[in-house]
């Protein structure tokens, strides 16, 4: 008899959040929406946290995260109603344009790294404490092969995303051994609207540095996330997961 069943590489890992609820920013489209969708499967209960959240969505709540208060109005109700924030994705983050640095708008500038890295900052601030609170939590910030490398052209972005890392190794420290962990993952050029906002010949130059020659997809993002909500994940913290195809090495 021939058995038809898909060979165990090509195999997903299930997950079980039954119980557990979510805040996910940035997710109403592109990776975080997937990441969402994701974590939805599994049994999760996630708010969406997005300054344009997506209408009828009884789970999103409109916020811009480079907006402290607006967080912690967000974070408040989001306890109110649900009474708990176990697992926490920082992905709310736009690239902006691609240009040399000094033909930045300096606003422009300022504003992919008041909404990358501090609102990042802004909402662990607000979250944080509830998870120390409840002695569980699991906290998971996009970061981006940029981070690393530094992309020619993209310096805001870049600055703002290798920051974010140096903040996951020191908030994953600092919690060590409270129960909440915190990672980071840095992906290279993923197939979403982000894109848009780069030229395409940025955009080659990207895949042309990958040794698998592609893009990477939002449903490969949304599984490494899964592993870093999930219970399989159980010792590592202040870690950087890279998801670039073979090209991150170091």
Known sequence: MTDTAAPTATRK????????????TGASKGIGA??????QR??????????????GDEFALEVDVSDLAAVRVATQATIARSGQIDLLVNNAGFAGPTVPLIEYDPAVWARIVSVDLVGMFHVCHAVVPHMLHAGFGRIVNMASIAGKEGTPNSSAYSAAKAGILALTKALGKELAGTGVLVNAVAPAAIRTELLEQMSPEHVRTMVGKSPLGRLGEPEEVAELVAWLCSGSCSFST?????????????
């Open 13 to 24: 890992a299930d997950y079980d959040f039954s119980g557990l609820v979510a805040v996910v």
């Open 34 to 39: 997937h990441i969402r969708d994701h974590l």
């Open 42 to 55: 599994a049994g999760a209960t996630v708010f969406n946290w997005d300054a344009a959240p997506a209408a």
């Open 238 to 250: 202040g870690a950087v997961f890279d998801l670039s195809g073979g090209r991150a090495t170091s």
